[in-house]
């Protein structure tokens, strides 16, 4: 007989005084005397209802600190993604922002740059340019400090910022200088708009817009094909002789004083961007001036 057989038959209570002698010898027979002896022994823990309704009620706030926990956690959390998630738009912004491009030029320098359209940008001495290459695609934009001629081959509107105005156009030849409370822009070839303090104003060739100390004044035609710094001279037609002054240290690594000279005079002519002592010829003469020069300092003298 089987050992299964065995231990359904004793559960049953119908072994033979035979069977039974054989199946007390087995392992089987002693194990299920442990589990009826324990069986036995067992006695359930007396049932306290207070005791257990109290434990239901520790439990229940040991559970509600848990989830008041858990939502500390959750909010910690969620503020570390709002920082992780700004620093990496500052980083993407400071990324593309990295990327805007900036040319300048030193003193009596000039320098031409070919923008992604094919456009061209030359610069005067001691001016600059910047611009993003990676949305010039969809906003051609430059921002201008100082001079500079533009040449824009045609397409979306193009824009130059400086910090007197905004010039707009979309396919044309023109030049722009800030300088120093002095703001002119000259359009050489096509139409351009000057966004200013007042309402816009249209430009057509050979028309200039001038501003001196952000005051709208009359602006002399314009008859050459480029401006006058384009042939290594600066051309002047009835400006402060301070701006001369200025621009004789913009192309010129020197630094001018005066005695007795009045700066707001107004001054019509032009001096060479590549000879110094004829420049100042040509600054003085005109005016009864002398100058004396130390080293890179140039003083004027009024008579």
Not at 16 to 29: G, I, P, V, W, Y
Not at 53 to 60: G, Q, W
Not at 114 to 125: E, F, G, I, R, W
Not at 184 to 206: H, I, K, N, S, W
């Amino acid at each position: 007989m089987k050992n299964q057989d065995y231990i359904e038959k004793w559960l049953a209570g119908t072994l033979n005084e035979e069977e039974k002698s054989l199946f007390e010898k087995t392992d089987e027979f002693k194990s299920l005397q442990r589990m009826d002896r324990a069986l036995l022994l067992f006695k359930p823990a007396p049932f306290n209802e207070d005791a257990a309704y109290e434990n239901l009620k520790a439990r229940r706030e040991k559970v509600a600190r848990v989830v008041q926990l858990n939502w500390s956690v959750v909010m910690k959390i969620a503020a570390v993604l709002v920082v992780a998630i700004g620093s990496y738009l500052y980083l993407s912004t400071s990324y593309f922002a990295a990327k805007e491009e900036l040319y300048q030029t030193g003193i009596g320098q000039t320098r031409e740059i070919a923008l992604p359209d094919k456009s061209v940008v030359t610069l005067n001495a001691m001016s600059s340019i910047s611009f993003s290459r990676n949305t010039w695609n969809a906003e051609r934009k430059i921002t201008l400090e100082g001079e500079a001629f533009f040449a824009v081959v045609k397409g979306g509107s193009f824009q130059v910022s400086t910090e007197a105005g905004v010039v707009t156009v979309l396919g044309t030849q023109f030049n722009v200088k800030d300088r120093d409370g002095f703001y002119e822009v000259t359009c050489y070839e096509g139409r351009v708009q000057v966004a200013v303090a007042g309402d816009p104003v249209q430009l057509t060739a050979q028309q200039s817009y001038r501003e001196i100390e952000k005051i709208a004044t009359d602006a002399p035609v314009e008859l050459t094909e480029t401006p006058s710094w384009f042939r290594n001279e600066s051309s002047f037609q009835r400006v402060p002789f301070r701006e001369v002054l200025n621009e004789l240290e913009r192309q010129y690594d020197v630094r001018i004083k005066t005695l007795d000279v009045d700066v707001t005079q107004s001054f019509t002519g032009k001096f060479p961007n590549t000879d110094l002592t004829t420049a100042l010829q040509s600054v003085t003469v005109p005016f009864g001036l002398s100058y004396k020069a130390n080293g890179k300092e140039i003083v004027f003298h009024g008579d």
